[in-house]
């Protein structure tokens, strides 16, 4: 994964906080109890100062941006701050004659008490290197300590159990085989969830790209029902539907854009459909295809609402009005004015998977298509920048001003269609 994902700052802000309580709960808790020695005192509680600032630090700078940076901050931090309280406490012993030192057998059967929750804790990252740095650290302390205890030269291990009963010197060394085994075990456990947890979370990102996409083109409504759907979306199937088809675009896009930079109309395409959409989706349509300057939209796909002409026709109205808002905003830069067309039709269709095995797309095929498409053209021989099929307007109920044009002929069409221009 070469690319820093939200989930990996999410996880890693975690850490930071459990970071952040822990050392919290070190330090309160020795606080009422100071050392006599002042060096013992200051490794105790500079301990979890240090791990308090270093993830402190990461959970309110750590982005995608330094995400390497500041893990290499975080783990590192950690774990120094917490080797340097145990060595605060451990001061004592270190300190005494080797004979002195009290039960050092028991003390080093149990070094391993810390190592589990650290090294669970790595399942919080999921790249690889920062998964192996953390169960590298989180062995520190133990292994820190076998060198410690081991080099007592009173320390012996043993399977007598009545002298491990009665010698604090002796170690019982099949309990610590077998948590040299165990520990060996879970490092490879953790291993393998660490690498199942990668898949998860990548899975979990693909699924966040799918629904992004999805929002593209449907809206939030029909998105979440395409993902609710128990039927596969790379199925070729199809259903006759009745729906309604609308059809934007640009007066003058041609003429306009001969005269401006390509970035220049990239960004006037891209205004303009970010609009429009912005409408197709509050009114619950599905944005078909861009086709240049044109938009395609339909209302009652993947399924009807119950209301799809009025949904159109409203999400119509809509647009005008975003499109004069634009123009106001357009017009104070000193940039020329945006008119468009709008053209919609009601009628049955095919809609469902077409395509071929390398790229299926849902599309909506039908007479019903063409004519929406011939309406929105026709408002240029009428003069108007709104117009639909009476079959549209007899559904939907309205206060605008119109006049009937009857007995049309659409081209490549042998029946006529009336039409109602919206004011």
Not at 91 to 116: N, Q, S, W, Y
Request: glycine share 6%; aromatic share 12%.
């Amino acid at each position: 994964m070469d690319v820093v994902n939200t989930w990996e700052i999410r996880l890693a802000k975690i850490i930071c906080i459990l970071g952040m309580g822990m050392s919290a709960f070190m330090f309160i808790t020795e606080l009422p109890n100071p050392k006599e020695d002042i060096q013992q005192d200051l490794l105790v509680k500079s301990g979890p100062l240090i791990m308090f600032i270093s993830v402190a630090l990461g959970f309110f700078r750590i982005n995608v941006r330094n995400y390497n940076k500041y893990i290499a901050i975080i783990a590192p931090g950690i774990f120094l701050g917490f080797n340097i309280m145990v060595l605060g406490h451990q001061l004592d012993m270190l300190k005494m004659p080797d004979d002195k030192v009290i039960a050092p057998g028991r003390l080093l059967e149990h070094i391993f008490i810390i190592f589990p929750f650290f090294a669970l804790l790595s399942l919080f990252f999921i790249r690889l290197w920062a998964i192996l740095l953390w169960l590298a650290l989180s062995l520190i302390q133990p292994v820190k300590d076998y060198f410690i205890f081991t080099r007592l030269d009173q320390l012996y291990f043993t399977n007598d159990w009545e002298l491990l009963a009665t010698d604090g010197n002796a170690v019982n060394q099949g309990i610590f085989s077998d948590y040299i085994t165990l520990y060996v075990l879970y490092l490879v456990a953790i291993a393998a969830f660490a690498v199942f947890n990668r898949w998860v979370l990548r899975s979990t990102v693909e699924l966040e790209k799918s629904r992004a996409n999805y929002s593209r083109y449907f809206s939030p409504d029909v998105r979440d029902e395409i993902e609710s759907s128990t039927n596969n979306a790379n199925e070729k199937s199809s259903r006759d539907l009745t729906v309604a088809v609308m059809f934007t675009d640009i007066v003058g896009f041609t003429k306009l854009s001969e005269k401006m930079q390509p970035k220049e109309v990239l960004e006037l395409l891209s205004e303009y459909q970010t609009l429009m959409v912005d409408a197709i989706f509050q009114h619950k349509g599905t944005v078909d295809k861009f086709i240049g300057d044109a938009v395609m939209a339909n209302f009652g796909t993947p399924k009807s609402h119950g209301n799809d002409a009025q949904n159109a026709f409203d999400c119509a109205l809509l647009m005008n009005k975003k499109l004069s808002d634009w123009n106001i905003e357009r017009e104070k830069k000193g940039l020329v004015k945006i008119e468009h067309r709008i053209g919609i039709h009601y009628g049955p269709c095919v809609a469902g998977n077409m395509g071929s095995e390398q790229r299926v797309e849902f599309a909506v095929i039908g007479d019903v298509v063409n004519v929406a498409s011939r309406i929105c053209d026709a408002c240029k021989e009428f003069d108007t920048n709104f117009l639909v099929s009476l079959d549209l307007e007899k559904k939907v109920t309205h206060k605008e001003d119109n006049e009937r044009v009857s007995n049309y002929k659409i081209r490549g069409r042998k029946d006529t269609i009336d039409l109602v221009k919206i004011y």
